[in-house]
């Protein structure tokens, strides 16, 4: 008897000890339990192993320290209208500046002031090794091309003009028709006396696109519109652009748009004076005259000569034609609406669906404008 109180005692003190210990496990609960968490834990400690390399390497990408461009070296030739011209000289150089902030590169101008300068401008860039010439404008294409012919290492781009097809030349061409018919139908809706201006620069197909496109918006806006024309034959000349506007205000024009460079910046001056709207070009015009221009025509000539840099710098550069449109926001009417109504406003937002929809197709040739508008156009037949 003695003997198996013992035993029990000794059972008991056993299972209190078991039980203290922790290691007693509830004999209601699953076989499963302990064995479900265990492969949980084991699955989740690769994935945080495959985490930790991912990590190191963004982290690693993003010290990583950006390319050294400070060695890439952009020229840029104006044409006789100067950097100053608040126009397509003006904006390239822009597009150059911004350029060099943002990629770190050297840049230059050399300014022409005669014809002559082009081919002592563009070699003195090729002898001091720069990595681009840019020359702006059609009427460097002779020099450029040149140029080019005698130093098939040096690579150059040309703005508004696609003749040269070598492979050290890139041509930077825009859509300047699409630009330049909105604000023809601008101009068009605008005018309470039926009759508005237009000022070009110099003849040309390149230029001759402005009248084209200028004319077709007037028209398609108001068909009873009269468009007076003349040809400055000068970029450099505001005293010619000034003359022309009072020649077109004595005949009733109360809105003078001119692509003429810095001629332009006596259109703008000539319209002040006259107390009539300027459409300016190339550029947003509007600081020249707020209350005086309308609107501009605006061509991205210094997104072109930026990517062109960039691409230089990426060795990415292709040659050929490069072509600037409204549909990739390469041309369009100024941001600086404060002088436009919002009926026109709301047209010209409906006019540029249509012309990236294809709907309308402005004209670039004097075919096609002869055929859809018959000989309104006059400054091509010089």
Same mark, same amino acid.
């Given at each position: 008897?003695?003997?198996?109180?013992?035993?029990?005692?000794?059972?008991?003190?056993? #299972?209190? =000890?078991?039980? &203290?210990?922790?290691? %007693?496990?509830?004999?209601? @609960? *699953? $076989? +499963? !339990?302990?064995? /479900?968490? #265990?492969? =949980?834990?084991? &699955?989740?400690?690769? %994935?945080?192993?495959?985490? @930790? *390399? $991912? +990590? !190191?390497?963004? /982290?690693?990408e993003a010290e990583a320290p950006a390319a050294d461009y400070s060695e890439i070296k952009v020229g840029m030739v104006t044409d006789t209208g100067g950097v100053h011209d608040a126009s397509f000289n003006q904006s390239s150089?822009?597009?150059?500046?911004?350029?060099?902030?943002?990629?770190?590169?050297?840049?230059?101008?050399?300014?022409?002031?005669?014809?002559?300068?082009?081919?002592?401008?563009?070699?003195?860039?090729?002898?001091?090794?720069?990595?681009?010439?840019?020359?702006?404008?059609?009427?460097?294409?002779?020099?450029?091309?040149?140029?080019?012919?005698?130093?098939?290492?040096?690579?150059?781009?040309?703005?508004?003009?696609?003749?040269?097809?070598?492979?050290?030349?890139?041509?930077?061409?825009?859509?300047?028709?699409?630009?330049?018919?909105?604000?023809?139908?601008?101009?068009?809706?605008?005018?309470?006396?039926?009759?508005?201006?237009?000022?070009?620069?110099?003849?040309?197909?390149?230029?001759?696109?402005?009248?084209?496109?200028?004319?077709?918006?007037?028209?398609?806006?108001?068909?009873?519109?009269?468009?007076?024309?003349?040809?400055?034959?000068?970029?450099?000349?505001?005293?010619?652009?000034?003359?022309?506007?009072?020649?077109?205000?004595?005949?009733?024009?109360?809105?003078?748009?001119?692509?003429?460079?810095?001629?332009?910046?006596?259109?703008?001056?000539?319209?002040?004076?006259?107390?009539?709207?300027?459409?300016?070009?190339?550029?947003?015009?509007?600081?020249?005259?707020?209350?005086?221009?309308?609107?501009?025509?605006?061509?991205?000539?210094?997104?072109?000569?930026?990517?062109?840099?960039?691409?230089?710098?990426?060795?990415?550069?292709?040659?050929?034609?490069?072509?600037?449109?409204?549909?990739?926001?390469?041309?369009?009417?100024?941001?600086?609406?404060?002088?436009?109504?919002?009926?026109?406003?709301?047209?010209?937002?409906?006019?540029?669906?249509?012309?990236?929809?294809?709907?309308?197709?402005?004209?670039?040739?004097?075919?096609?404008?002869?055929?859809?508008?018959?000989?309104?156009?006059?400054?091509?037949?010089?």
């Amino acid at each position: 008897m003695k003997k198996k109180l013992v035993s029990v005692l000794l059972a008991c003190t056993m #299972a209190f =000890a078991l039980v &203290a210990c922790g290691g %007693a496990k509830d004999p209601a @609960a *699953p $076989a +499963e !339990e302990t064995t /479900e968490e #265990a492969p =949980a834990e084991e &699955a989740e400690a690769p %994935a945080e192993e495959a985490e @930790a *390399p $991912a +990590e !190191e390497e963004a /982290e690693a990408e993003a010290e990583a320290p950006a390319a050294d461009y400070s060695e890439i070296k952009v020229g840029m030739v104006t044409d006789t209208g100067g950097v100053h011209d608040a126009s397509f000289n003006q904006s390239s150089w822009e597009g150059l500046q911004r350029a060099a902030d943002e990629l770190g590169i050297q840049v230059q101008y050399l300014e022409s002031k005669a014809d002559s300068d082009y081919a002592t401008n563009l070699d003195t860039f090729i002898d001091e090794e720069y990595d681009l010439i840019i020359s702006v404008g059609f009427k460097l294409a002779e020099a450029t091309k040149a140029a080019a012919e005698a130093n098939p290492d040096q690579k150059f781009a040309i703005i508004d003009d696609a003749s040269i097809d070598l492979p050290n030349v890139t041509c930077l061409m825009f859509k300047q028709a699409q630009a330049s018919y909105l604000v023809g139908y601008v101009a068009g809706l605008t005018t309470e006396t039926n009759t508005v201006g237009f000022v070009l620069g110099m003849s040309s197909p390149v230029m001759h696109e402005f009248g084209y496109g200028y004319c077709a918006g007037v028209l398609d806006a108001n068909p009873e519109a009269t468009i007076l024309q003349q040809n400055a034959n000068a970029f450099d000349k505001p005293a010619t652009g000034k003359s022309a506007v009072v020649s077109m205000v004595s005949n009733g024009a109360d809105i003078v748009f001119h692509a003429a460079g810095g001629t332009g910046n006596g259109v703008i001056e000539g319209c002040k004076e006259n107390k009539i709207w300027a459409i300016g070009v190339d550029k947003d015009q509007s600081p020249d005259g707020p209350e005086t221009v309308l609107t501009s025509a605006m061509k991205r000539v210094d997104n072109a000569s930026y990517e062109a840099s960039k691409a230089v710098c990426e060795g990415t550069l292709q040659s050929g034609v490069i072509t600037y449109d409204l549909a990739a926001g390469g041309v369009d009417i100024a941001p600086t609406t404060t002088n436009l109504s919002e009926d026109a406003l709301k047209a010209v937002e409906e006019v540029k669906a249509k012309i990236i929809s294809g709907e309308i197709v402005v004209p670039e040739t004097k075919d096609d404008f002869k055929a859809a508008y018959g000989d309104v156009y006059t400054l091509d037949e010089e």
